[in-house]
């Protein structure tokens, strides 16, 4: 049978037809079609209706659109990064810090982020910014106040100074943490050296004002005797001591032991108890 060379063309006419259908078919599909995976937010591009939607964010989940349109996906998971930086304190000393700081995109702005900023927000304004609050908040201290009480203060006032520059720019900073703190090795020793002899004055201060207490409360307490033996020299008279003779004397009366009492016979005129023994 002889090949219809007509119908070999109509064929592969055919075939490119739907191919190409095939192609186009897969490529709408994978624009129309989105999903959103967990911890995302999707923003979209919308080409011929206004470009960055700031309003409408893409929930997880699938979503319909038009196939001209684009949708950025956003993380709106607490992200972690490190950093290593050095930095001056406020008498010129140079200090190597290692910090570490959380955040986020707040996801209600995400819309916005994309717009003023874009997707690489993290290495635009969220390190810049930390590592600027930084060195604005180590150079108001001294090195030795890093290794002390106040490092738990500076990390705070780091973070809301950080804090304050992210939030108007749709990032919301969850933690500021200074990891650790590195000085040339004579001024850290120098430094600890200082801090021991700061403890040691505060324990002998305690210990003294512990002493001074101490005493205090021994005064105290011998005044209270004093005020005690007082009080009770002056109410007492030969008529009480008779008087509480002769109660002694009537509850030994009630006693079973045999004994002779002889009433009024003693000096003072107390009585004078005689024992069997």
Same mark, same amino acid.
């Given at each position: ?15 490119? !037809? ?14 129309? &079609?989105?999903? !959103?995976?967990? /911890?995302?937010? /999707? %923003?979209?591009?919308?080409?011929? $209706?206004?470009?960055?939607?700031? *309003?409408? !964010?893409?929930?997880?989940? &699938? ?11 956003? @993380?709106?998971?607490? *992200? ?7 930095? +001056?304190?406020?008498?010129?000393? @140079?200090?190597?810090?290692? +910090? ?7 996801? $209600?702005? %995400? ?6 900023? /874009? ?35 500076? *990390? #705070?006032?780091? &973070?809301?100074? #950080? ?14 943490? =200074? ?15 200082? +801090?021991?002899?700061?403890? *040691? ?22 005044? /209270? ?26 509850? +030994? ?6 004994? =002779? ?5 003693? $000096?003072?005129?107390?009585?004078? !108890?005689?024992?069997?023994?």
């Amino acid at each position: 049978m002889a090949i219809n060379p007509t119908q070999v063309k109509r064929y592969i006419r055919i075939a490119a !037809i739907g191919i190409a259908a095939l192609v186009l078919l897969i490529y709408v599909s994978s624009t129309m &079609f989105v999903t !959103i995976e967990s /911890g995302m937010k /999707g %923003v979209v591009f919308r080409k011929f $209706s206004g470009g960055v939607d700031k *309003q409408v !964010i893409l929930d997880q989940g &699938f979503h319909l659109l038009a196939p001209w349109n684009t949708v950025f996906p956003y @993380d709106v998971r607490i *992200q972690e990064q490190t950093d290593a930086m050095d930095v +001056l304190a406020s008498n010129g000393l @140079d200090i190597h810090l290692d +910090l570490s700081f959380r955040y986020k995109a707040i996801p $209600s702005e %995400v819309g916005k982020l994309h717009d003023e900023i /874009g997707p690489n927000y993290a290495d635009k304004i969220v390190v810049p910014e930390v590592r600027g609050a930084t060195r604005k908040v180590i150079g108001k201290y001294l090195p030795e106040e890093l290794y002390s009480s106040k490092r738990e203060a500076i *990390q #705070t006032e780091i &973070f809301n100074e #950080t804090e304050a520059r992210l939030a108007p720019r749709h990032v919301h900073l969850d933690a500021v943490l =200074i990891r650790s703190v590195r000085l040339p090795d004579k001024i850290a020793a120098a430094i600890q050296r200082k +801090l021991e002899q700061e403890q *040691q004055r505060d324990e002998y201060e305690f210990r003294i004002q512990k002493e001074q207490k101490e005493a205090d409360r021994k005064r105290i307490e011998a005044q /209270g005797i004093k005020d005690f033996q007082d009080i009770v020299s002056q109410g007492l008279n030969s008529n009480l001591l008779k008087w509480k003779g002769i109660e002694a004397t009537q509850e +030994l009366a009630k006693s079973p032991n045999s004994k =002779i009492i002889v009433v009024g016979t003693g $000096s003072d005129g107390l009585p004078i !108890i005689l024992g069997n023994d």
